[in-house]
């Protein structure tokens, strides 16, 4: 059966979801009963225990589900030392939740499904040795992908029920009140943890810095602690933004960040008090600096800037060109100090941020998202999930929930070496052409035609460029040729869901 996005759905796959397939980008007004965590409660001076050996024999049972975050990205050491206690003690069956999943943790995950430690997954995303075997078919259940704001959705609603929570933070008390921004180790904002915090039935803090009673301020308050286990390191900060938030030079993606801010610049949404979120990489980056100075040129002030934070963005704070920062996770080190020492960047949690099943997230007050792709094409559906070989290499992350902004831009080139990124169908849909209203390559934008306002608006700018999708499309493919189609098996290894919990796509086995 085809959803609304044109995609081949298993019968016996969309007959598990009592919604069925994706319908539509808008979510409506449905009323929704949230779920609570079972408490066991405590009373003692300390709940402090000696090793995370002892707290997974204490917590863990088979077919049990664990969660972690991923604020610590390429620099967590807490979810490779918890997993080996749970492979070496012999578990099985169990199902693994985090927020998402990086590549310091691939080699343990892969090693837990060889082993049945580990049989079902749901996460933001994956890549490198991870991706490959769940592409080549390793896990025996489908993976399933949510965003961030549908983790938080599922959880609140109990579709992810916790029963185990481990979460790494760079300090904390006897009780365990923590934050993530003070300490040698710390990363910023908690806001995909605290979803773990509140729901999970158990919860364990890990961390390399005991502080005195009580420590505040507490992003992570006592009342939901279970236990709290000190070790030597939890992670590396240095290694938060893992390359992605270098300043560019090159040339093609300085040109895309130009024209971005062009289309910002003379959409009718740049005007005092406007809203946007950025993402990480080179091109995006550069836009902020390109949009400083359009800001400072018309004299134009934002409300708020929204998602992940970097550096960048904490300077337009600074400035004044920003008047708050409303902070889901930090992408490097100056954005995650910043948040101890400004008053004005909040830390929020993935509900607040963008859960669509709630009394208002931040997300339906953005004006304007920048956002990247890996494939975009002539429907201006975008997969930023599946490689042109099919195999998984990428994440959700926020990309369906930012996607609602009133006007939202795919910052991407048109080819990426002898691969085009503009093509006639994506691999995986995982965000909606309705959500999408331009796109930006280097040699021109493209324009969604249900945005006649946006057409009639940027054709007045001077030397702009603007193509149809479908001329951008050909031109990729004269540059680099057409692909074989790819080949899949009939398996289905992976579930990709719309941030509303209905399904979008799925993601078959490759075939070698």
């Known amino acids: 059966m085809k959803n609304k996005v044109q995609r081949e759905i298993p019968d016996e796959i969309l007959s598990q979801y009592h ?10 007004h449905p009323t929704i009963q949230r779920v609570a965590p079972k408490v066991l409660a405590q009373t003692g001076p300390s709940k402090v225990v000696d090793s995370i050996q002892q707290v997974v024999r204490d917590t863990v049972r088979d077919g049990m589900t664990i969660s972690f975050h991923h604020h610590f990205r390429e620099g967590d050491f807490v979810f490779n030392m918890v997993m080996r206690e749970i492979i070496d003690a012999g578990y099985q069956n169990l199902s693994l939740a985090p927020s998402s999943l990086t590549n310091v943790m691939n080699d343990i995950v892969v090693e837990a499904i060889e082993k ?6 749901t996460s933001s995303g994956m890549r490198g040795t991870l991706g490959d075997a769940i592409s080549h078919g390793a896990l025996k259940n489908p993976v399933i992908f949510r965003s961030h704001g549908n983790r938080a959705r599922a959880i609140e609603s109990g579709e992810i029920q916790i029963d185990v929570a481990f979460l790494g933070v760079p300090n904390a008390d006897e009780m365990g009140n923590a934050n993530g921004m003070d300490g040698e180790t710390a990363f910023g904002s908690l806001g995909y943890a605290l979803m773990d915090a509140r729901y999970a039935d158990k919860l364990v803090l890990i961390t390399d810095d005991l502080k005195p009673y009580p420590n505040i301020p507490a992003s992570i308050q006592q009342t939901e602690v279970d236990y709290v286990v000190k070790v030597d390191k939890v992670g590396d900060p240095d290694k938060i933004g893992s390359g992605a938030t270098r300043f560019t030079k090159d040339p093609k993606e300085m040109q895309i960040a130009k024209m971005v801010n062009e289309v910002i610049a003379h959409s009718p949404y740049f005007q005092d008090g406007f809203s946007f979120q950025t993402g990480s990489g080179g091109a995006a980056l550069a836009v902020t600096r ?80 920048i956002l990247s792709a890996l494939e975009i094409d002539i429907d201006f559906n975008v997969n930023v999930m599946s490689g042109s070989d099919g195999v998984i290499r990428g994440a959700i992350g926020g990309h369906q929930d930012a996607a609602t902004a009133k006007l939202t831009i795919i910052s991407a080139p048109l080819v990426r070496g002898r691969i085009a990124t503009v093509v006639p169908a994506v691999t995986t849909v995982i965000t909606p052409g309705d959500s999408i209203d331009v796109l930006v390559t280097e040699i021109g934008i493209a324009i969604n035609p249900k945005r006649q306002d946006l057409k009639e608006a940027l054709a007045k700018v001077p030397g702009l460029p603007i193509y149809s999708i479908e001329d951008l499309q050909k031109r990729a493919e004269n540059l680099v040729g057409r692909p074989k189609p790819l080949a899949f098996k009939d398996r289905v290894v992976a579930l990709a869901e719309y941030r509303d919990g209905t399904l979008i796509d799925v993601i078959k086995e490759v075939q070698d």
Do not use: C
């Open 116 to 121: 049945g430690v580990v049989t079902n997954i």
């Open 19 to 28: 919604d069925g397939g994706f319908q539509s980008v808008d979510f409506g």
């Open 290 to 369: 390109f949009l400083r100075q359009s800001m400072i040129e018309k004299q134009i002030k934002a409300s708020f800037a929204l998602g992940g934070i970097t550096k960048p963005t904490v300077d337009l704070l600074k400035e004044g060109l920003v008047a708050k920062i409303m902070d889901v996770q930090d992408f490097d080190k100056g954005a995650a100090f910043s948040m101890r020492e400004s008053p004005n960047q909040q830390e929020i949690d993935a509900s607040w941020y963008a859960d669509p099943a709630n009394k208002g997230a931040m997300v339906d007050k953005l004006d304007v998202a």
